[in-house]
């Protein structure tokens, strides 16, 4: 018999909307069409590819005009860091518009990683990188050209992310978005405070909380573009992670964020995670509401 160890079951149908793959500038655990092929015999639905230094959405297109027989789709975005064009209008419409044509581009477009104020903060960055770096001000005005990206996002049908930005900055980009006509919205809110994910996902947005947090990944420096190494303090529990799964509700996603070399690849991180969050009380139906639902209304997968 085929091993299936404990969890496997949670897999079938998931979408790990978060993972990396090769290329890439740094090592990773699988390639693109790996990933595609280790989701689809573990019985996954779709993968979302996610990468910090160029749009994917060509990535995906290729991944599924390959192996789109095997029954797990691949969709990618742009992260608009200054590596993928930076915060630019023209970068979110050519991410929209590269593919294999008509709907095979972009379903993401991302504000930056770690090209924001707050992540380039907490990873000690130099005070001339804080001033290259994305933020939402205090007065919570959403700088331009944030604005138009989001109006092109909510014209085109595809997900606005918010990126790595802070709980108040998430918010103050999920009242413009609204004020916009995005209705597909992603945060990231694995260090958020519960309020800020309330106040989210009642704005309309989802809130995700990826696996790699909660990884032994977070306590070395990973290389980025400009070779330093650089990391967040402060890692998380599965416990802390419990109660933002709760404030974000009937809008949680879970991902895995994996691929980087030092965690198992993509498909196995999923599987631990969801262990993980079986773990601490979460049933059966609210993982795949999750895993499935969720990312499959958010990008627009019901199809």
């Not at 804080?130 to 989001?150: H, N």
């Not at 994996?258 to 049933?283: C, H, I, N, Q």
């Not at 969720?294 to 019901?302: D, E, H, K, T, Y």
């Amino acid at each position: 018999m085929p091993y299936s160890p404990p969890g496997s079951h949670l897999l079938k149908g998931a979408i790990d909307c978060h993972v990396h793959c090769a290329p890439h500038l740094n090592g990773r655990s699988v390639n693109v069409f790996e990933a595609v092929r280790q989701a689809a015999a573990a019985g996954m639905r779709a993968i979302g590819i996610m990468c910090n230094f160029q749009n994917t959405s060509g990535f995906a297109a290729l991944a599924n005009d390959e192996l789109g027989h095997l029954g797990c789709h691949a969709f990618g975005g742009v992260i608009m860091q200054p590596t993928a064009g930076g915060v630019t209008l023209e970068v979110a419409k050519a991410a929209i518009g590269y593919g294999y044509g008509p709907g095979t581009g972009a379903r993401f477009v991302s504000l930056p990683t770690h090209h924001t104020r707050y992540i380039a903060e907490k990873e000690g960055r130099s005070p001339a990188f804080l001033e290259t770096t994305f933020q939402v001000p205090a007065s919570g005005k959403v700088p331009d050209p944030v604005p138009a990206i989001m109006e092109l996002c909510a014209e085109r049908d595809v997900v606005f992310d918010c990126g790595h930005v802070s709980g108040p900055e998430a918010v103050a980009l999920a009242e413009e978005a609204k004020r916009r006509g995005v209705t597909r919205l992603r945060t990231h809110g694995s260090r958020y405070a519960e309020d800020e994910i309330r106040a989210i996902t009642a704005l309309g947005g989802y809130v995700e909380l990826t696996f790699f947090i909660l990884t032994h990944a977070t306590q070395v420096g990973l290389t980025h573009v400009d070779e330093e190494k650089h990391r967040i303090s402060g890692g998380a529990t599965i416990h802390d992670y419990a109660p933002r799964i709760r404030a974000a509700g009937d809008r949680c996603i879970l991902s895995s964020d994996a691929g980087v070399y030092l965690l198992p690849p993509p498909v196995e991180a999923f599987r631990e995670y969801l262990l993980l969050v079986e773990s601490v009380g979460f049933s059966e139906a609210e993982i795949r509401r999750m895993t499935s639902t969720n990312p499959a209304v958010l990008f627009g997968l019901q199809g």
